[in-house]
Nanobody, 118 residues
């Protein structure tokens, strides 16, 4: 059974930092592409960052230079370091896994963690 469990969300003032973690288990391995998504109230879910099996990363324009995605395959954990947070970063953040490895279609999702920036 596949599980993704996010943690690290919370409330922070603008300009602050948070580090999200996503512990994954089951079939997910280093060949999977892993990504972070977010959904703000009344808005569609959007991609935030992704990292493929080679460690190549990609970011939404809105978070470039502020957020950093990384993964520790030995610990089966995905991270999102978020710096210089803005109120518009407020959302529920989800981690996801794409078994194709191409960061195109995500098969497994976590339950989400709330990030609130005031």
């Amino acid at each position: 059974d596949v599980q993704l469990v996010e943690s690290g969300g919370g409330s922070v003032q603008a300009g602050g930092s948070l580090r999200l973690s996503c512990a994954y288990s089951g079939y997910i391995n280093s060949r999977y592409c892993m990504g972070w998504f977010r959904q703000a109230p009344g808005k569609e879910r959007e991609g935030v960052a992704g990292i493929d099996s080679d460690g190549t990363t990609s970011y939404a324009d809105s978070v470039k230079g502020r957020f950093t995605i990384s993964r520790d395959n030995a610990k089966n954990t995905l991270y999102l370091q978020m710096n210089s947070l803005k109120p518009e970063d407020t959302a529920v953040y989800y981690c996801a896994a794409d078994r194709s490895g191409y960061c195109v279609s995500y098969d497994y999702w976590g339950q989400g963690t709330q990030v609130t920036v005031s």
